[in-house]
């Protein structure tokens, strides 16, 4: 990640960088790319819960919360 740029992704579609906060990531409404309007969202069924459960891992550590 840029330092000089807040946290986000490149977008799959068209490259656009998306800001993106985890706890949009993590209340499970996901984000949309302003360029080409594609929504993203993590699959937070049983193929995705591993990545849901890093970014909830990585929220908790950022912000002190413990696990639970």
């Known amino acids: 990640m840029n330092p000089s740029r807040n946290p986000g992704l490149s977008c799959p579609q068209c490259g656009h960088?998306?800001?993106v906060k985890i706890t949009q990531l993590l209340d499970g409404?996901?984000?949309t790319c302003p360029s080409c309007q594609?929504?993203?969202a993590i699959n937070?069924?049983?193929?995705?819960?591993?990545?849901f459960d890093k970014i909830r891992r990585m929220h908790?550590?950022?912000t002190g919360?413990?696990?639970g």
């Open 38 to 40: 594609l929504h993203l």
């Open 44 to 51: 937070s069924k049983p193929g995705g819960a591993a990545a």
């Open 29 to 31: 409404s996901g984000v």
């Open 60 to 62: 908790d550590d950022e």
């Open 65 to 67: 919360h413990e696990p």
């Open 17 to 19: 960088y998306i800001e």
